[in-house]
């Protein structure tokens, strides 16, 4: 069937284009007009002029979603109706993959689908379980913008935590990945030159200086195979890590680091409070939030923890000593539970769980970063220093040997 692009105007006034299947413009002209759109041109497109929207290796970043539920609140509060809200945001949104969510939204409500449902069925890509049950509860509550204030939030804030640790873990990959690139530059380049010089004196080299040599020369006959093996044993790590194995594995890791353990488990907590409060607000049973929750959590101990406590949950444990008796979660959480559990204010602790354990994250990174940076350069300094102490060495006994001759 042709596809054919189109512009159009909206019913706001706003423009859009798109593209379509249909056997003739007559029929894609009818469509346009049914859905409240005034088409300005249509025109049959081929493999050249065919809109291309390459959205596989695109996401949905916690930011963006933050920004089209706040923009969602204010239209809403303006008296637009859904339908023409997500026009209008769609209009607006840049990332492609979002804005194709909103419009296809936009279809199925029109088509007389709920706002929930017709962003279920965009897929988890673009609007998670939680975000669609938040919607859902916010309908028929009839409080939708309280729901997407909520989101607005919960996203804004797991946008905080989701950079600081983006923070405290680029730096040190960045600068290990130039010590790996001033090794091959020096091993390759640099250290050849003093080959020469040292075969020209003749002398017995130091152990070290050999060492460096022969890593030099293995670097320069072989450098292809260092880049083969390299290459293939970072794709099976990142192959490993997909794995179900290799998900434990490498969060088990994560853990037990005596720097970023303490990290993950704060933010870990501050995920738990603040989605379990977000659904908790919206009304939603303690245990299909439970089951929600473990779904947004990012370490598979923890997604695996909270399933634990929905089972014990389910057969009468109260929430704070089913999360007690795995010992998972810091003893603040639990502490915290028990108090919204007996005062019947959970929400509201758990709230100030989250504002607490967010600003923990935001201290704990700072702390990572500073420890790390002194590593860091501790390194440097032992991998260059080693290097120069290796073709120094007999430098200094040459010179030894010239002033005795002398």
């Not at 075969?199 to 293995?218: Q, Y």
């Not at 292809?224 to 194995?245: D, E, H, M, P």
Request: with cysteine; aromatic share 10%; hydrophobic share 50%.
């Amino acid at each position: 069937m042709p596809v054919y692009g189109y512009r159009a105007i909206t019913k706001s006034g706003g423009k859009k284009k798109g593209s379509v299947n249909a056997p003739n413009a007559q029929q894609v002209r009818a469509q346009l007009i049914a859905e409240g759109l005034t088409p300005i041109e249509i025109k049959e497109q081929n493999l050249l002029t065919r809109d291309i929207e390459i959205t596989v290796f695109e996401t949905v970043k916690p930011r963006e979603l933050s920004v089209f539920c706040h923009q969602f609140v204010s239209v809403m509060d303006a008296g637009v109706p859904v339908a023409e809200a997500l026009e209008l945001l769609g209009q607006q949104t840049e990332n492609k993959l979002l804005r194709k969510a909103i419009y296809n939204t936009q279809k199925e409500i029109q088509q007389g689908e709920t706002l929930a449902d017709a962003m279920r069925k965009q897929g988890k890509k673009v609007f998670a379980p939680m975000f669609v049950n938040m919607v859902a509860a916010g309908e028929a509550s009839g409080n939708l913008s309280v729901a997407f204030s909520r989101m607005a939030d919960y996203y804004e804030n797991a946008n905080k935590t989701k950079s600081a640790l983006q923070k405290a873990m680029i730096y040190p990959i960045v600068v290990l990945c130039v010590v790996v690139v001033v090794m091959f530059v020096m091993m390759l380049f640099v250290l050849p030159t003093f080959k020469g010089i040292f075969e020209d004196m003749g002398a017995e080299l130091p152990w070290i200086t050999k060492l460096i040599m022969g890593t030099s020369d293995f670097f320069v006959d072989y450098w292809w195979l260092i880049l083969i093996v390299g290459g293939v044993a970072g794709l099976l790590i990142w192959l490993f890590s997909r794995s179900k194995k290799g998900k434990y594995f490498f969060d088990w890791i994560m853990l037990k680091i005596p720097v970023f353990g303490p990290l993950s488990v704060k933010t870990a907590s501050a995920q738990f409070a603040r989605t379990f409060a977000t659904l908790s607000a919206s009304g939603i049973p303690i245990i299909e939030a439970l089951e929600i929750v473990s779904r947004s959590m990012t370490n598979v101990y923890f997604k695996d923890e909270l399933l634990h406590v929905r089972e014990q949950v389910a057969v009468g444990t109260d929430l704070a000593t089913a999360m007690q008796f795995h010992g998972l979660f810091p003893p603040m959480v639990v502490h915290m539970v028990r108090i919204g559990e007996e005062s019947g204010d959970l929400e509201k602790m758990l709230d100030k769980l989250s504002e607490y354990y967010d600003e923990e994250v935001q201290a704990a990174t700072k702390n990572v970063m500073a420890m790390m940076e002194p590593m860091i350069i501790l390194l440097l300094c032992l991998v260059v220093g080693t290097v120069a102490i290796g073709v120094m060495l007999p430098m200094f006994e040459m010179y030894s040997m010239y002033d005795q001759y002398l």
